[in-house]
């Protein structure tokens, strides 16, 4: 099962997250059937989403978008507060050579751009930072943005490592960072063992979870385990959410559709489900979408709910996953 750790040492001064996503990642590869080079590279982000996910409260949302000028084009991942995470890469079968040391070119599939970093709070506007990519190796620019952005100096390790047949065998990660207060000593101690550490794939190949890997960086520190959270790819996409994006699109576009006399496959960017609308489908959206307009004009409708009503014959086995998942669903009309 995967999960995360959440974790303090040295009298709060420092704070932890760590998680091991094997299941989540090799669920996101076989959803999107991404080549290795993509599953690392969405795997490394799907597992520090999920653990900057925890770090936040209630119903808050975080995306995270690493977009760059590589063949990749750009990682899109939305986590919740709960351990829910999903994503998905522009271009899921993406081939280059491996780097220098013989591994997985990630930063050279994603290449030069920006890290983007939505933080919806439930606020009137959501909080949106940008910073540059370094490395687009995912954990370095995550440092670089705790740092730029929150002015949090953190350490953050990623790793995805693949089987032979392109499956994945370990995924897990960790972020550290120094809360204020922490002194030279401290800091000093910490950057000493942080120097001594093997890669996270390594150390989970060598038989150790979170909970090892937290110990051996911080086992000397009064380390202590607050809580352990499972973590899962999770999408919150269906039939009804997505009519209510159909809807949105307006009479017009509906109407085209419809003169088009075929039904339409509208496919979840985050999980790869298809979802199909039959011409008489599409004409009960158009109905609903000008009772709707109409009733908008003097303001006697405004609950979006009201479509699960009005599509209370739709297909809803669609997906297998629940509804309770972060609710920004991308889609793409075929």
Do not use: W
């Not at 932890?16 to 080079?37: D, G, K, L, W």
């Not at 439930?122 to 909080?127: A, C, D, R, S, V």
């Not at 370990?170 to 401290?186: N, T």
């Amino acid at each position: 099962m995967d999960y995360i750790l959440r974790a303090t040492a040295a009298g709060e001064k420092i704070r932890a997250f760590a998680i091991r996503s094997t299941e989540m990642v090799e669920y996101a590869r076989s959803r999107h059937n991404t080549s290795p080079v993509a599953t690392a590279a969405l795997g490394r982000l799907l597992s520090g989403g999920a653990m900057m996910g925890v770090m936040m409260k209630g119903d808050d949302i975080l995306t995270l978008i690493m977009k760059g000028d590589g063949p990749i084009g750009a990682v899109t991942v939305t986590a919740d507060a709960n351990g829910n995470v999903k994503g998905y890469v522009n271009n899921p079968l993406v081939l280059i050579p491996t780097n220098y040391a013989g591994k997985l070119d990630v930063g050279a599939a994603i290449g030069y751009g920006t890290l983007t970093v939505i933080k919806d709070l439930g606020l009137k506007e959501p909080y949106v930072s940008q910073t540059p990519l370094g490395t687009s190796e995912v954990a370095e620019d995550l440092t670089y943005y705790f740092a730029k952005s929150e002015q949090t100096p953190s350490a953050v390790a990623l790793g995805v490592l693949m089987n032979k047949d392109n499956t994945v065998a370990q995924a897990g990660g960790f972020i550290v960072q120094l809360m204020p207060g922490a002194g030279d000593d401290l800091i000093e101690k910490l950057e000493a063992k942080l120097a001594t550490i093997k890669p996270v794939t390594e150390m989970m190949e060598d038989g150790m979870g979170p909970e090892e890997i937290l110990d051996y960086i911080l086992g000397d520190m009064d380390l202590e385990i607050l809580d352990k959270t499972p973590t899962q790819f999770l999408c919150g996409c269906s039939k009804e959410h997505i009519a209510r994006g159909l809807i949105a699109l307006g009479k017009q576009e509906l109407q085209s559709m419809i003169d088009d006399g075929e039904s339409i496959t509208v496919t979840c960017h985050f999980c790869n489900t298809d979802y199909t609308y039959s011409v008489d489908e599409l004409k009960e959206l158009l109905q609903f979408a000008r009772i709707k307009s109409a009733s908008k004009k003097v303001g006697i409708l405004g609950d979006d709910d009201a479509v699960n009503d009005f599509l209370g014959q739709a297909d809803d086995s669609s997906s297998d996953d629940a509804d309770d998942a972060p609710d920004n669903t991308g889609d793409t009309p075929q």
